[in-house]
């Protein structure tokens, strides 16, 4: 469990490094600390972590998702979950990237019959 200290001390400086990074407005600036930020592995994580995100909009199914950019299913699911919240910031921050979520309908046959 984390201590009251350390919750503290992300929440700060998460919210901080957020409006710094909005006021950036120079993605090649944004784009060059990340990766100064990051380590290649912990970049490759969150890049591949906006890719599943951005195919979850698109209607990709999880399987699918998992196999071309070697995820787990967990994280994906977690994302979708995410995703399906109507304000998500998942949703929001597609929105910005002009990217349109698909409302997937479920395939599976009903067990009821007609």
């Given at each position: 469990?984390?201590?009251?200290?350390?919750?503290?001390?992300?929440a700060r400086n998460l919210r901080?490094?957020?409006?710094?990074?909005?006021?950036?407005?120079?993605?090649?600036?944004?784009?060059?600390?990340?990766?100064?930020?990051?380590?290649?592995?912990?970049?490759?994580?969150?890049?591949?972590?906006?890719?599943?995100?951005?195919?979850?909009?698109?209607?990709?199914?999880?399987?699918?998702?998992?196999?071309?950019?070697?995820?787990?299913?967990?994280?994906?699911?977690?994302?979708?979950?995410?995703?399906?919240?109507?304000?998500?910031?998942?949703?929001?921050?597609?929105?910005?990237?002009?990217?349109?979520?698909?409302?997937?309908?479920?395939?599976?046959?009903?067990?009821?019959?007609?």
């Amino acid at each position: 469990m984390k201590r009251t200290e350390d919750i503290d001390l992300i929440a700060r400086n998460l919210r901080e490094m957020s409006v710094t990074l909005a006021a950036a407005r120079d993605p090649r600036l944004i784009e060059e600390f990340l990766y100064s930020l990051f380590t290649k592995s912990e970049a490759d994580e969150i890049a591949k972590r906006w890719a599943l995100v951005k195919d979850l909009a698109s209607g990709i199914p999880q399987r699918q998702i998992a196999q071309n950019l070697g995820l787990s299913l967990c994280k994906i699911t977690r994302g979708s979950r995410e995703l399906k919240k109507p304000e998500s910031a998942f949703r929001r921050m597609l929105q910005i990237a002009g990217i349109q979520v698909s409302e997937r309908k479920k395939t599976r046959a009903s067990s009821k019959p007609d």
